[in-house]
């Protein structure tokens, strides 16, 4: 029957073919009733956007009956690595077997590997580093042996070629079962779907060029006799090994051969053959976590840093990953295992199955499928079904009869790891005999590990409440607040507190409130030209960082010493003293900082890039101003309310509980609310952005990736103001605590000054400029623990501590890169200021409005201009420090999730900051 073709799901491999009866080793075709095993092949690419595994499989590999070639290859960084080892890989074994067939197969699999490496290091360099990508890898090969270990059935060939790629053709058999001769029926045909040759700088030949290799490496040379021939009489004899006219022959191997598997494996792709329905782990995941991986790559002069290779890869070995050669190795390690009748099934796969799923709970899965191709899928929906973050790609090899009946306990398996032996000369000669090799701890060979998609809870939302204490105290306060300034206000506007209103008078407590129509327009105008203005000095620093942030410094010096210069010429010794200083420190630290404009220049394009995509962090931005703004006025009319209706005196006051003292404590709680309340309103903002655009954009990438949640500021800002409102809170609490402390103060050097004690007004003001300086420390070490709150879930105090644990790490250059880009946008509000006053004065000239016919209020109109202008624009400016800061927390906690995800960037910042590969130790 004519071979029935199907197309592989996986558009990078070759297609899929099956033959009734065999398929003599051509790649990716299985037969339909194959006497030794059935193959299985099912992948997806899951929620990634690309497809970056490959696989491969050689059934009657190498022209023998019963022999088999499989083959997962797991991708990073790109496709190509995984894609050139679907198509290659097995010739490069096929060609090592060919070339020393008295070398033990554990060490021809260790050749392979290294001349696979070799080869992928090749075209990198070639290719001037446009080919870097790398992949792990987990390979089987079912041989079929003697009892003797080697295959005496087989007739060597007389000139055996390297260069031949091709295993075998599709072919008819002569004697059905029987040992035979069988011959090529459509030799062009069978070879339309061969890969190139292996070698970069070979050139591409043709079918019939290939084939004639084929055969010369098979039959002996084209010089060669050719005769059709049976098997002997002799059950234990060798199977014929001939071919006729342009055939190629199959060997049928004698009935009293063993199987042998022997696996191999770089990375954490995993092979595990069932037996008995236990799981017999036959590879080693080398991961970054692995103690004597670690060890081995410290002493090669990198590191590991969260379980990743300097950083970046998650695995110790892989091929591929030129850049990162000298540590990540291509050394496999090798199993061989004589199968019997107790092994029933063999899966490979890579990490995206098992990532969720361990060994044993796999085997449970399919045992009893008795169709591989089934098996293959149920595995694979597994993964997809629990979420997995990778790419998916399983392979199952479902055997049949392959050996004796012996005792479960005798398994026969040997593991052969290739890294404590001499490897073949390759790419890492470092990794050569003269240096010191790890062996690593045996792995549980039953069961597995699953790996928790959001490892460690990384960036994953928690569905608990956290620090409910201070959330319940935060509500109650803010009730009160509303209650006092409920009763106050609704006394105060019923004796006309509002003086009649707006544009009218005649209100006994309050004064009447004014606004010309002109004045509307001019407010409203200067507003929206703050906005263009804004938005026209971002994108100009966008285009300009560098520059900008430069230039921006070198005024901030100059400013400080033109400070320095003033007092001293007013003679405010004090002021002149201690401007001094500072000028004197910002001149030195001059040099410092400038070293430090590539990082920040760079953190601030990338934020204002995704800022551009998410235009609703300005949106966060401006409704935290507005609500503040609110809040200010509703605070400023309660205050006023309050002091009406509980004043001693006052004709509000009409019962017999006003007293100075109960004004003086509402006075206080109401301060305490708002403040704690404004605190509360700007941290909420705050945690909006870092848990919504920002850290969306930097665990999931852009929004075009179609990882990114929906709706990510919506998100951040449902838990912000409500599972973690009780952590904001807290925070914003101590400062409250400071602020007030602060306030206290200052009214107590006004007393003592008021009543001419010098003294105690110097201690005074000393410490509440203290008290600042600890408010100001506080809140900004608060800036980045509600970072980790928004990013994490965490409550407050682990926040804190993970923020210290930051700090302590890396402190310095959060204050540099922040003070950089807070330069870089104050100055840019200063200058948007000064623009819309000057728009303000222009537009009092040009429409000279009747209240300003004497230019009595040119002044206050050009000041509220200039304040307008500069809010609007640090407003905005907010949004993008935020951003800022959330990146560099990123970049300390999980630096790995930008170095997979976007190499380019994570280059480019570690470049200009090389401690980001170091990472942030884990408390």
Known sequence: MAPRFTDSPNARSKSISTADLDTNGVLNRHSANHPTFRVGVSEDKGTRRTMEDAHSFVVDFDAVRGQGFFAVFDGHAGKHAAEWCGSHFHEYLLDAIHSSPDVP???????????????????????????????????????????????????????PSAESPVSGHSINNSVDGEPGSFVVEDAADALKQDATPK????????????????????????????????????????????????????????????????????????????????????????????????????????????????????????????????????????????????????????DGLWDVIGDQAAIDLVRDIEDAQQASSVLCQHALSHHTTDNVTVVVVRFKHLGPQRDFEEQNIRLVPMYGQQPYPGPTPA???????????????????????????????????????????FVLQFLGFAAVSGVALN????????????????????????????????LLLVTAAGMLLSVAYLMLARMFTKTIMHITLILTIALNIGICVYYYITKYWSGAIIFTIIAILSVLSYFGFRSRIPLASLLLQVVMDVSKHHTSVYAVAFASLFLQAVLSVWFTFTTIATYAKWTPGNPSCDTSSCSSGKVAGLIFFEAFSFLWTSQVIGNVALSTLAGGPYGSWYYFGPRGNGEMPNHPTLSAFGRASTLSLGSIAFGSLIVTILDLLR??????????????????????????????????????????????????????????????????????????????????LTWGAYAIGVLCSLFGYLYLRFTAPSYNSEGQYTAPIVLFSFLIGMVCSMTMGSAIEAGVSTIFVGLGEDPQVLAIRAPELFSMIAQAYPDVTRGVPRG
């Open 105 to 159: 197969i554990p060490d021809i699999l260790n050749h392979t590997f290294h001349a696979v490496d070799e080869s992928l290091s090749r075209m990198c360099e070639e290719s001037e580093g446009k080919i870097h990508s790398g992949c792990t890898a987990v390979t089987a090969f079912l041989r079929v042996e003697d009892s003797n270990g080697r295959q005496s059935f087989l007739s060597p060939p007389s000139s």
């Open 199 to 350: 070698k970069a700088k070979e050139k591409k030949t043709s079918s019939t060029s290939r084939l004639r290799k084929a055969l010369r490496s098979l039959g002996g040379g084209a010089s060669s006799k050719f005769t059709s021939s049976s098997a002997s009489g002799n059950s234990s004899s060798a199977a014929s090994v001939k071919s006729v006219a342009e055939g190629v022959t199959i060997t049928v191997p004698p009935p009293d051969a063993k199987y042998v598997l022997y696996s191999a494996n770089a990375g954490d792709a995993r092979g595990v053959l069932c037996r008995a329905g236990k799981a017999v782990r036959l590879t080693y995941d080398h991961k970054g976590t692995d103690k004597q991986e670690a060890k081995r790559i410290t002493d090669a002069g990198g590191f590991v840093m969260s379980g990743r290779v300097n950083g970046v890869l998650a695995v110790t070995r892989s091929l591929g990953d030129s850049s990162m050669k000298e540590f990540v190795v291509g050394a496999p390690y090798t199993t061989e295992t004589e199968l019997c009748e107790e092994d029933e099934l063999l899966i490979l796969a890579c």
């Open 743 to 824: 306030l206290i103060l200052n009214a107590a050097q006004q007393n003592a000054n008021a009543d001419g004690h010098p003294v105690e007004a110097c201690l005074a003001c000393c410490a509440a400029c203290f008290v600042g300086m600890l408010q100001s420390l506080v809140e900004y070490f608060n800036r980045y623990a509600y970072i980790e709150i928004a990013l994490y879930g965490k409550p407050y105090i682990k926040a804190a501590k993970d923020t210290w644990r930051l700090f302590k790490d890396r402190g310095i250059d959060a204050l540099v890169n922040d003070s950089l880009v807070g330069m870089t």
């Open 491 to 522: 006394t105060w506007i019923s004796q006309d507190g509002l003086g009649g209103g707006l544009g009218k008078g005649g209100g006994q407590t309050g004064t009447v409130v004014t606004m010309n129509r002109s004045t509307v327009y001019l």
């Open 431 to 473: 990794y050569g005999s003269e240096g010191p090799y790890y062996v690593p701890p045996e792995q549980p060979l039953y069961g597995g590990d699953i790996k928790d998609p959001y490892a460690g809870g990384r960036f994953k939302p928690k569905k608990r409440v956290n620090d409910p204490i201070f959330l319940i105290f």
